[in-house]
Each structure stands twice: as structure tokens, then as C-alpha cells.
């Protein structure tokens, strides 16, 4: 934890030896994709679950192309469908239209933009007094905001800033929203500075946090 005058607080994240890495999604991608290859699988890309033309009672999947060609796959009583889609997943949609389960939907008031930190050298020993101990999950607390910086096996961070975005009452009335801190590249570096003193962002911190898409938070509860 790193207060606004630069102290750290260090609490152990589990045991001994037990730290938490960030993974590059688009190697993650890459690692599936090389093993359901190999693995005899094949792969097709561009195609949306049609919810209009699936039916999970009759074990019939429905796919749609970027050319709006249907592509119908027939399931056997033993096949396994599992669904890697995401908060939007339509799979999950298609099993509560099904009545396998419900769920709900809640988007929070707050959003988050991801922000680059530079690479350091890495560390197998615990350096609580360490600025950046790679080893660690960093939190940078300041009230209805924050940042969090996440280690990657390369020695360097995945920064993530989680603030407000500004569409109702209360939140206009919020110090630091997305819209006020990314108005401009300048606006951006100043709050990096006030609010983030001792992080070591990237050089092109401030024009990604103007830049980088801004993605929401929400919880989806689901009931079989």
C-alpha cells in the first residue's frame, strides 16, 4: 500500500513464495489457440453465437459470420459446450433463455483505464522496503479512487487507474472523475503527479490515460 507521502505498508499476499502475476491476454490467446490446434481442434474466428437461432433444448448451436452467413452445429447427448465469452456472454443468455439458470446484471459507478508502468529488474527475494518489490500487488488508495499495479514475469507492471465516470448526480459532484482527469494530456499528468507521486509510470503515462479505452465494472450474479 502506498500512502500520498510515499510510505509503504507491506502485508504478505499468502504464503511464503505465493505472489500474483498479471497475464498478457493476447498471449493467453495465443497459448488456447496452440492447444486445441494441437490437440486436433479446429478453429473459427468472426462468428457470434446467434441467440435467435440456438436452442439449447434441442442441443442445436447457432453461429453467425462477419458476412451474416449461419453456420448450425448439432450436439451429441455427450458433448461438453463451455463458454469462454465474457461478461456479455451469450451463451450465458441462451442457457437462461433454456431456464438452466438466471442471472443478474450490475454495472458500479465506477470504471477503469489501464496505465503503463516501466520495466524493473526482477526479484526472487521479499523487499518489503522496496518501492516497487515485484513480488507484490501495489495499491495506490486515495478515497473514492485508485491505482493498482499488477507484476508481469518481465520485471515490469500492468498499471490499472479505477475512478468514476460521471453519469449521475452524485458522481458530478466527485473530485476526480474520468472525464475531469483526461480532459488533456496536461490535466492527465498533473493528477498523475498530485495523486501518484512515487509511482513509476511509464514515460507516456499521462497521453495513454487520455488514450486507452476506458472499460466498465460490474457484477453478474448467476442462480442454477
Not at 197 to 211: H, I, K, W, Y
Request: hydrophobic share 35%; with cysteine; glycine share 8%.
Amino acid at each position: 500500500m502506498h500512502d500520498l507521502n510515499g510510505t509503504t505498508t507491506y502485508t504478505p499476499y499468502g504464503r511464503e513464495g505465493e505472489c500474483n502475476f498479471c497475464v498478457d491476454r493476447s498471449k493467453l490467446n495465443e497459448f488456447w489457440n496452440d492447444t486445441v490446434e494441437n490437440a486436433g481442434a479446429s478453429l473459427h474466428f468472426n462468428r457470434a453465437l446467434s441467440l435467435e437461432h440456438t436452442s439449447l433444448e434441442e442441443r442445436r448451436l447457432c453461429f453467425v459470420d462477419s458476412a451474416g452467413g449461419k453456420h448450425s452445429v448439432d450436439l451429441s447427448p455427450d458433448t461438453v459446450v463451455i463458454g469462454c465469452d465474457g461478461a456479455g456472454s451469450r451463451l450465458r443468455y441462451a442457457l437462461s433463455n433454456a431456464g438452466v439458470l438466471t442471472f443478474t446484471e450490475e454495472l458500479i459507478g465506477h470504471e477503469y483505464k489501464e496505465v503503463p508502468f516501466v520495466a524493473l529488474s526482477t526479484s526472487d527475494e521479499h523487499q518489503e522496503s522496496s518501492a516497487m518489490h515485484n513480488g507484490s500487488i501495489h495499491i495506490w488508495p486515495r478515497g473514492d479512487f485508485f491505482l493498482m499495479a499488477l507484476a508481469n514475469l518481465d520485471g515490469s507492471f500492468t498499471g490499472t487507474i479505477y475512478a468514476r465516470n460521471g453519469p449521475n448526480d452524485e458522481d458530478r459532484t466527485a473530485d476526480v472523475t474520468f472525464p475531469s482527469i483526461t480532459k488533456d494530456e496536461a490535466t492527465a499528468q498533473a493528477f498523475l503527479l498530485k495523486y501518484f507521486p512515487d509511482a513509476q509510470l511509464g514515460p507516456n503515462a499521462a497521453a495513454e490515460l487520455v488514450s486507452n479505452p476506458q472499460s466498465r465494472l460490474g457484477s453478474i450474479r448467476c442462480n442454477t
